[in-house]
């Protein structure tokens, strides 16, 4: 059975500060996804990573996965107050049914001014 | 491009009753569906996955008989909760998958439907 963990599931920083957030998985991945999700809303699709080494970046946010070692970062640089919300990953297995995902605990993130 | 729909947002219903909550695909036809379930605080849990014309596939401790799926087409699929009972209130999101966009298999989803059962 897949797992999926996610560190730290509660995150409380100020702004302007840097932080990673960490999601390792059980077994071996096709790909690999970080969403994020506001309170009362649904998912929002952040990255997608699909091989050892992919580096994704979009903002304030990067994304890395290394497959060797079964782990992605959601990196956060310079952090504002528009970030605070809850972030996932997401793991599809090498085997897929339907390209069938395993979510991470999730981890609440709340940006302090 | 790939945009899903869910109807309705928000629904309020008595105990015993039954609801059903439509997901559809708006531009792009989707060959699996998934619907989970999000309680406050928690993360998503699948409940079933479901091909356009096959019976769902249900994970397991989702009772099929309470959680009935249709998948009548490649844009819509329909989660119906028969039965209502207060410890079903939930956020329920579906998504959906095909040959959207670049990229295959990946899940597009919906904007949720809050479930509450009085």
């Known amino acids: 059975e897949l797992k999926v963990e996610q560190n730290p599931l509660f995150l409380s920083m100020q702004e302007g500060k840097n932080y990673t957030i960490y999601c390792n998985y059980s077994?071996?991945?096709?790909?690999l996804y970080w969403y994020r999700q506001d309170p009362g809303k649904s998912l929002e699709s952040l990255f997608v990573l699909l091989s050892n080494g992919a580096v994704k970046q979009e903002g304030r946010l990067m994304a890395s996965l290394d497959t060797k070692a079964r782990l992605s970062t959601l990196h956060i640089t310079a952090a504002v107050h528009d970030l605070s919300a809850t972030y996932f990953c997401a793991v599809a297995p090498r085997v897929t049914s339907g390209s069938r995902l395993t979510f991470g605990e999730g981890t609440q993130l709340t940006v302090n001014p | 491009g790939a945009v899903v729909s869910q109807h309705p947002s928000r629904v309020i219903c008595k105990s015993g009753t039954s609801v059903k909550i439509e997901c559809r695909s708006l531009d792009f036809q989707a060959t699996t569906m998934f619907w989970y379930r999000q309680f406050p605080k928690q993360s998503l849990m699948l409940m079933a996955t479901s091909n356009e014309g096959s019976k769902a596939t249900y994970e397991q401790g989702v009772e099929k008989d309470k959680f009935l799926i249709n998948h009548a087409s490649l844009t819509l699929s329909t989660l119906t909760v028969t039965s209502a009972h207060p410890e079903d209130s939930s956020f329920y999101i579906c998504?959906?998958?095909?040959?959207?966009?670049?990229?295959?298999?990946?899940?597009?989803f919906g904007p949720g439907t809050r479930l509450t059962v009085l």
């Open positions: 998504s959906a998958s095909g040959l959207a966009g670049s990229l295959t298999d990946t899940q597009y």
């Open positions: 077994t071996t991945s096709d790909r």
